[in-house]
């Protein structure tokens, strides 16, 4: 049974920093393409991104690129999603999401990801 925990979520200030983990279990982690997505009160969850089975390929949305790293440790079957110069408008609940397939290329599509976690809160107040 796989399964996708995350962590490190929380309330920060504007500017402040956070890091997201998540943590697999019941796949062979290097072989699946892994996502962080998010999904603000009213909206649809969104592309955050991604990273290739081998942490080759990364891919960013263009509202993250240059504040956010999304980083892997195939060792400990966790993906990372480090969190810098946050905004109030980057406040949702962020969801890990792991993808079978070819793992050498990185997805924006949320509809190719197998598996989901159950999602960690970020709040930031301005």
């Known amino acids: 049974q796989v399964q996708l925990v995350e962590s490190g979520g929380g309330l920060v200030q504007a500017g402040g920093s956070l890091r997201l983990s998540c943590a697999a279990s019941?796949?062979?982690?290097?072989?699946?393409?892994m996502g962080w997505f998010r999904q603000a009160p009213g909206k649809e969850r969104e592309f955050v991104a991604a990273?290739?089975?081998?942490?080759?390929?990364?891919y960013y949305a263009y509202s993250v690129k240059g504040r956010f790293t999304i980083s892997r440790d195939n060792a400990k079957n966790t993906v990372y999603l480090q969190m810098n110069s946050l905004k109030p408008e980057d406040t949702a609940v962020y969801y890990c999401?792991?993808?079978?397939?070819?793992?050498?290329?990185?997805?924006?599509?949320?509809?190719?990801?197998?598996?989901w976690g159950q999602g960690t809160q970020v709040a930031v107040s301005s």
């Open positions: 990273i290739s089975g081998l942490g080759v390929t990364v």
């Open positions: 019941g796949l062979t982690f290097s072989s699946h393409v």
């Open positions: 999401a792991a993808r079978s397939g070819n793992y050498r290329l990185a997805s924006r599509n949320r509809d190719e990801y197998d598996y």
